[in-house]
C-alpha cells in the first residue's frame, strides 16, 4: 500500500520507514508533489495533526498520515502546547523556548509535564487517530546535549535523567512519538 507520511523531518521519516517495513510503500511529500507549505493553524495538537493530514488527502487524494507533538506543563495550564515550536518567539530557537518555560515556573513547585504526540491518518477518506503521552517533571535548570527541544529540562517518571541525558534508543523506546507511531503500526498491520 502506498502511504505518504506528511513531514520534512527527515529524522522522523527514517524512524517510521524503519518500523513500517517494506509492506509498505512509504512517500515523502515531495515524491506525491507536494512543495508548499501545510497550513497548521488549529488550536489544538490533535486539531493541526488532522489538518495536515486533510490537506494531503484533500489536494493530492493519496492516503497518508501527519503527526504533531507539544509539551503540556500543568502550572501554565497546558501551555506551551500547540504552541511548543515558536513559544519563545519567532524564528523558532530552541534555547529561548527553555528559557521562556523556566522563566514562567520560576517560583512554581508543580513541576509535572508530558509530551504529547497525535498522529492522524486518512485511508480512503476516513480519519483515524493515534495518541502517545510521555509523562514527566519540568526541572529547574538544563541538563544533558542530546535530543533537541525541550528534552534537556524534561526528566520522564521513573527516570532520574533528563531525554538530553540519554541515547537516542533510550528515550526512542518511551518517548511519546514512538507510543503514538506503535499504535499507528498496529493498526496498519492488522
Ligand atoms: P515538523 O516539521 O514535523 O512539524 P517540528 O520540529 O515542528 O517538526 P513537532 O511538531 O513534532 O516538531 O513538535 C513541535 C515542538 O514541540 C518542537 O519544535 C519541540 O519544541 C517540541 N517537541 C516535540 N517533540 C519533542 C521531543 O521529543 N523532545 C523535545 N521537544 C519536543
Known sequence: MTLCFATNNANKLAE??????DQFDLKTLQEIGCFEEIPETQDTI???SRQKAQYVWEHFRV??????SGLEVDA???APGVHSAYYGGHPRSYERNVNLLLTNLEGKTDRKARFRTVITLVLDGQYHAF???AEGVILTE???TG???YDPVFQPDGYDRTFAEMSLDEKGA???RRKAFEKLIAFLKK
Open 76 to 78: 501554565l495550564d497546558g
Open 174 to 176: 518511551i518517548s511519546h
Open 142 to 144: 538544563p541538563r544533558g
Open 147 to 149: 535530543g533537541f527541544g
Open 16 to 21: 517510521i520507514s524503519a518500523m513500517l517495513g
Open 63 to 68: 492516503n497518508c498520515f501527519a503527526d504533531d
Open 131 to 133: 495518541e502517545g503521552v
Open 46 to 48: 490533535a486539531g493541526n
